[in-house]
Nanobody, 129 residues
């Protein structure tokens, strides 16, 4: 059974940091492009970041560039999203997703969701004082 399991969410103060994890079960994440998405209350889900499998290239939404970092640990079959200098507008449910094409679906600042084959259940991140 293929599963993606996110963890690491929680409550953090503005300016603080969190590291989200996306662990794969039943699939080897190194063979997939992995994307992170988020959905805030009352808003559509949006792409945050992606890391390709074939060349390791990374992509970020403008809203998180310079603050968030996506990385892989293939030995742990896990992809991370390090979030620093967090803002209240980062509050959302964060999801990871796996795309078997190995290249990030990223076009002119857009992170389309359709190419992704598997999705996690999400983890809540709240930024508040």
């Amino acid at each position: 059974q293929v599963q993606l399991v996110e963890s690491g969410g929680g409550l953090v103060q503005p300016g603080g940091s969190l590291r989200l994890s996306c662990a794969g079960s039943g699939l080897t994440l190194d063979y997939y492009a992995i994307g992170w998405f988020r959905q805030a209350p009352g808003k559509e889900r949006e792409g945050v970041s992606c890391i390709s499998s074939s060349d390791g290239r990374t992509y970020y939404a403008d809203s998180v560039k310079g603050r968030f970092t996506i990385s892989r640990d293939n030995a742990k079959n896990t992809v991370y999203l390090q979030m620093n200098s967090m803002k209240p507008e980062d509050t959302a449910v964060y999801y990871c997703a796996a795309d078997g094409s190995m290249l990030c679906p990223y076009y002119s600042g857009s992170f389309p969701e359709d190419p992704y084959d598997y999705w996690g259940q999400g983890t809540q991140v709240t930024v508040s004082s």
